[in-house]
């Protein structure tokens, strides 16, 4: 009886909720059509319903108003023992790959993403899950910047890697030095979390939707070492180009929420269809990524319409500020 009630309360709050939002145009609303022309040609499948927003991400009451507002938080994380191991873990692990920045993912061998994996969520996971409420890790990676002019990272968002119309996923970046604009830190455009569509394998070049955003919405944080700048992947981000004597090594942490299925969106340009795949942390391990065919034994979960305008269809829509960006 008490249940029912308090359901009652909760579905009452919900659809005041989303009244309110579909009244005032806000990332929440059941059919927006958003400011930036971007969520209209997002819309159908694919468009997120920003569900999460009305559930706790992180413990604490503050750093999740200002997570879920800006899509990011800075935050101290690692003790200097664990930065230690870190750094150790790293210089002990053979194959590194030798462009001036790598991500840990595309062109390395299978023992480095796993070890790599197996040590980041050793030393970072635990305190990770700590600051949130409920979330589990899926892949850990090192992402190192080598001191070159070429080893900046273009502008992008992350590969969702959940059902985003549900749920919302977020990386732990921890950088083993102190990190800013000098050895390439990440620099991110506060409050592009809610213009985010899903995006994965296969999927036309962000560049040329991203290329437009003027240089004054990037925020660029400096982050100590061992600090974590924790971003929803749907963030906007992109790093400059290492300008310091060292090279910079920082560790990436990817988790979901404990209920969530792990997906990998891929176009299939034969039948213009995004099939969604089940995914687990072994996808990362074993996919060579760079248009390389996906593991064969993942298994398809549904397969949906693309957005349009999208891929031969027609250009990419342009980006403008989202309306939740602050600084
Ligand atoms: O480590 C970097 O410089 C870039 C990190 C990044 O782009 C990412 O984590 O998606």
């Known amino acids: 009886m008490r249940l029912n009630t308090l359901q009652r309360i909760i579905d009452r709050y919900q659809a005041r909720r989303r009244r309110l939002h579909t009244a005032q145009n806000l990332p929440g609303a059941a059919n927006r059509s958003g400011p930036s022309g971007r969520n209209d040609a997002m819309a159908g499948p694919s468009t997120p319903s920003y569900t999460w927003e009305a559930t706790p991400i992180f413990r604490d009451r503050a750093l999740d108003a200002a997570f879920k507002r800006n899509g990011f938080v800075v935050i101290p994380l690692l003790g200097d023992e664990s930065i230690q191991r ?190 969604v795949w089940r995914i687990d942390t072994e996808f990362f391990l074993q996919y060579a990524f760079d248009g390389a065919p996906l593991p064969e034994t993942l298994k398809l979960v549904a397969t949906i319409a693309p957005p349009q305008p999208f891929g031969r269809r027609g250009p990419s829509p342009r980006w403008t500020p989202s309306a939740g960006a602050r600084r």
């Open 86 to 275: 870190l750094r150790d873990g790293y210089e002990q692990l053979a194959d590194k790959p030798a462009s001036p920045f790598h991500t840990g993912l595309p062109g390395t061998t299978y023992e480095f993403k796993r070890e790599s994996h197996e040590l980041i969520v050793r030393e970072v996971a635990t305190l990770a899950m700590e600051r949130l409420v409920e979330f589990r890790p899926l892949i850990g990676t090192f992402m190192a910047k080598q001191p070159a002019n070429d080893s900046a990272m273009w502008t992008h968002r992350d590969w969702s890697i959940v059902d985003a119309r549900k749920s919302l996923s977020v990386n732990f970046w921890c950088p083993l030095c102190d990190s800013d604009a000098t050895n390439g830190a990440v620099c991110l455009v506060p409050g592009s979390h809610r213009d985010a569509p899903i995006w994965g394998s296969g999927f036309p070049s962000m560049a040329n939707v991203l290329e437009n955003i003027p240089e004054n919405a990037f925020h660029q944080p400096r982050i100590p070492c061992g600090w974590a700048l924790v971003m929803n992947q749907g963030l906007v981000h992109r790093s400059g180009p290492n300008q310091s004597p060292t090279t910079r090594v920082a560790t990436s942490l990817a988790l979901i929420p404990q209920k969530a299925e792990a997906v990998h969106y891929a176009w299939d340009q034969d039948t213009n269809r995004i099939n």
